[in-house]
């Protein structure tokens, strides 16, 4: 599973505009995944079964045994499903507040390097080994459409906040972008030297930001597809990004060797300046919420979660 912004870094508490919010869980977990509305909280715990829990309330509302091994987590565009993979290709879609079994199947024979919901029944599935697809899940969960690539596969993708666009990152070094209402590819952008790990619309949707191996994030203008501008470099690849309010992106990079602590910077599209985000170790898990990201820190069967201002 890729490393994202989310499972590494930790603002410092006056980052912060309120107090934190504390569950009680079920199991002592590795990693958490907070839903789009902040309702809803995906664990991962040490037995290797996972939970969906009530914000609010700390209830716990679905669950998959150990024997699933889930380990990545995406939410639906509302809320309404859960879907989650594991390291051998199994995936399985869930509706968080229903009570039918979950429709489970395989997309592979490894992890997966992208799960994301295109639109309330729409997945999009790449797995570390073979090609990416989106799948309808509506009922039993098929293909819709194939997202192809020169060689390798998918490392990012992204939806345009109006719902029309989808935008894929690949370690072939392409970006594409794609008309959802047809799945045709309408443009490519092939002049990135490295592989990008990361890609995500501005929050207006004029803008793609891609970030990856060079260390260096390059908006991309999401109508033509063509370069408009790329922001200062640093030493540090870029593992993710993940867009928030009043036009600013958050930028995780990272020491590819692991030996030096991650740094997070904000930066603000309109005057390409970046604001750094101190980091602190220990954080497990979050969300990005109406723009804002929320952070989660466990300590044995306590969860605390705070939210940015």
Partial sequence: MKTTLLTVLLLT???FGQSPIKISLPCESTAQEISHSGKYIAVRCKDHSSHVLEVSTGKTLRSFGADDDFG?????????????????GGAAVIEINGSAAPKKWSVGKSG??????AAPDLLIVAPTKGTAAVWDVSATPAVKAKLETDFAGLTAADVSPDGKLLVTAGADTVVRFYDM???????????????????AFSADGKSVVVGGADGQLTILDAATGKKMKALPANAYAIFDIQTLASNKM????????????SYLLIWDLGSAKSTPGPSVDKVTGGGVVDGKIWLATTEAKELEIRVGQ
Avoid at 250 to 261: F, I, N, T, V
């Fill in 112 to 117: 997966v390097d992208v799960l994301k919901f």
């Fill in 72 to 88: 990545a987590f995406a939410y639906s565009l509302g809320d309404k499903l859960l879907a989650a993979a594991n390291s051998n």
């Fill in 13 to 15: 508490s006056t980052a």
């Fill in 181 to 199: 209402a047809s799945w045709k590819q309408l443009h490519e952008y092939r002049e990135l030297l490295l592989e990008p790990f990361a890609a």
């Fill in 250 to 261: 958050c930028a995780l990079y990272s020491d590819p060797d692991g030996k030096k602590p």
